[in-house]
């Protein structure tokens, strides 16, 4: 069985930096990819930031030049660091990876349950 575990959700003002962190456990042979999303309330749940084995990153426009995500692979933690907060960046941030938990089967998609982060103007 395999958990992600985030932390570091907290309430920001404006202009503010916080760190998020989230650690994969259990049976894993091998991880493809680890991510952010968010999710705000009455809106859909929105990639934020991926990076992959190969250490290439992906981030929405709306974040680029302000957040940084990076991994620790032998620790299966990927942290996303987040500076100049903005009130729209408010929202519940769920961690993903992409998984294998045998080589014998394909990788799949696991959540972490979610860190509030609420910044304030």
């Known amino acids: 069985q395999v958990q992600l575990v985030e932390s570091g959700g907290a309430v920001v003002q404006a202009g503010g930096s916080l760190r998020l962190s989230c650690a994969a456990s259990g049976t894993i042979v091998s991880i493809n990819s680890m991510g952010w999303y968010r999710q705000a309330p009455g809106k859909q749940r929105e990639l934020v930031a991926d990076i992959r084995i190969d250490s290439t990153t992906n981030y929405a426009d709306s974040v680029k030049g302000r957040f940084t995500i990076s991994r620790e692979n032998a620790k299966n933690t990927v942290y996303l660091q987040m500076n100049s907060l903005k009130p729209e960046d408010t929202a519940i941030y769920y961690c993903?990876?992409?998984?294998?938990?045998?080589?014998?089967?394909?990788?799949?998609?696991?959540w972490g349950q979610g860190t509030q982060v609420t910044v304030s103007s």
């Open positions: 993903n990876a992409v998984l294998r938990t045998s080589w014998f089967r394909s990788a799949g998609g696991y």
